[in-house]
Nanobody
Framework: VQLVESGGGLVQAGDSLRLSCAASGRTYSSYTMGWFRQAPGKEREFVAAISRTGLNAFYSDSVKGRFTVSRDNAKNMGYLQMNSLKPEDTAEYYC???????????????????WGKGTLVTVSS
């Protein structure tokens, strides 16, 4: 599976942005999909994940209530809708996919099977 993120850019605090993750391959629906981010000088952190069917979503405390993760298995697409953006949301955002269901390993981003190359989100104050 190859993952390609898009939709990043420069926005102002309070704005919204939607990231997309395009996946290749016919078995996209077999993978849990998620988003991570890494700010300059900081470690990569978990943002959100969504189950294979899209029925269950998981969020970090820092984005809960502001971000929404979704997917369209028919289109092999994943999305991250980001509202009420803050300067501290500035980071490179990465899409990931793995056969394993969400859990500690996903939260830690440990050896997930597939990663995209990232898209930069910059939020100005």
């Amino acid at each position: 599976v190859q993952l390609v993120e898009s939709g990043g850019g420069l926005v102002q605090a309070g704005d919204s942005l939607r990231l997309s993750c395009a996946a290749s391959g016919r078995t996209y629906s077999s993978y849990t999909m998620g988003w991570f981010r890494q700010a300059p000088g900081k470690e990569r952190e978990f943002v959100a994940a969504i189950s294979r069917t899209g029925l269950n979503a998981f969020y970090s405390d820092s984005v809960k209530g502001r971000f929404t993760v979704s997917r369209d298995n028919a289109k092999n697409m994943g999305y991250l809708q980001m509202n009420s953006l803050k300067p501290e949301d500035t980071a490179e955002y990465y899409c990931a996919a793995d056969p394993e269901s969400y859990g500690v390993r996903w939260y830690r981003g440990s050896n997930l099977a597939y990663w995209g190359k990232g898209t930069l989100v910059t939020v100005s104050s």
